[in-house]
């Protein structure tokens, strides 16, 4: 029995240790993100057809979107909560798996009311995603690579939207649009499995070597105790740094919604596309949004190397620069050129998802590291105000007015967010020498 004992110790001792496991950690992560915002975005690429066949009209089709934003919108902070209570690992797989389940249900839904049901309790489920992401950086990360993290982590978000088209076309072509969403919550149950089985915190890790643990505590913050929920959103929501987050999400949220929910629809009613020239062009804008978000954290690097930034300051100048990149959109009403749009649109995905990138990345710099989650998702209710708003008005005025005067609108709502950011959370001095490094 002791020698039993003696060799799984040293079974457990030996454990292979990874170099740069805290990037597989990473890319772990990424991967779920990626497969939420498939499931996510399967409904807006379907629209064309599920408008036929359950009888929905435009504002009707709206609301089925307004209700997972609504959703969205409410339990960002709550998931955000839970997952700095009971940690990243058991909190993302249970709402993984709540939302994985839900995808396959659509395949039974027979009127856009139902639809609309069971979009709002997807929405409560994937609401985890972008907490999560904050919680997994702060774990894994030293505060010095946070930015970068934060920009490849973005990837994930931008790379299933991208992805989403041609997988969701092939499944629907396959099996149907009911086979479609069965196929995308299936690839989600696949992932949470992955996630269960080689995902653990830093401390626990079996393929974690000391040396990479130092590396990710070297200049991590002392920790907070755990506030109950709305103790925490009380304390959150006096702090001025909160707001200078929240704001710029706010305005940046509409142009993200449109890209994902409404561009196929414009594609097809503005621009005549069917479904297939949709699923040619509309990964688009997403692939523009991936390189945004990887670019994103080394934008940071440059502006403290060139500029002499502080890490606060290159993170918000990063942030400024992709505002400046969403005026595309208001071009995008000029032109009759239908690739034109899509390429205008394209930049302004690249822009958005530096924006969104930075904002995670500054709660990540700004907040404690058990705040973290529910600030984020604090910040992502803030983003999700807008987008359920803004979405129950395009379905209001698109068949009226059209898509136009929104493009122009979104053009400019981020160099609003720009102003606040820069007046709420950039530093006003520059740092001593060396203090940047």
Known sequence: MTTEINTASTAVVGRRKFKALRWWMLALFLLGVTVNYITRNSLGLLAPELKTSLNMS????????????????????????????????????????????????????????????LRFFMGSAEAAATPANAKAISDWFPRKERPVAAGWA????????????????????????????????????????????????????????????????????????????????????????????????????????????WVPLYLANDRGMDLKHIAMFAWLPFLAADIGSVASGYLTTLYRKWFHCTRINSVVASSVTGAFMMVSLAFVAMTKDPYLAIALISIGGFGHQVISCMLSALVVESFDKNQVATVNGMRGSSAWIASFLFSLLIGAVADNIGFNPLFIAMGFFDLVGAVFLIALIAERRNPAKGEHA
């Not at 797989?93 to 995808?103: H, K």
């Not at 969701?168 to 919550?185: D, E, N, Q």
């Open 154 to 261: 973005g990837v994930g978000f931008s790379i299933g939207a991208m992805l989403a088209p041609p997988i969701v076309v092939i499944a629907h072509l396959s099996f149907g649009w009911r086979g479609a969403f069965l196929f995308c919550g299936f690839l989600a149950l696949l992932w949470v499995v992955l996630w269960w089985r080689f995902y653990h915190e830093p401390e626990s890790h079996p393929n974690l070597s000391k040396d990479e643990l130092a590396l990710i505590r070297q200049d991590n913050e002392p920790q907070q105790s755990r506030l109950p929920f709305l103790a925490s959103l009380k304390i959150v929501s006096k702090n001025k740094k909160f707001y200078a987050i929240a704001i710029p999400a706010f305005l940046a949220e509409p142009a993200w919604a449109v890209f994902s929910f």
């Open 58 to 117: 435009t504002e009707h089709y709206s609301w089925v979107v307004a209700a997972f934003q609504l959703a969205y919108t409410i339990f960002q902070p709550l998931c955000g909560w839970v997952i700095d209570v009971i940690g990243v690992k058991l909190g993302f797989m249970i709402f993984a798996t709540v939302w994985a389940v839900v995808c396959m249900l659509h395949a039974g839904v027979g009127s856009w009311i139902h639809l609309a049901v």
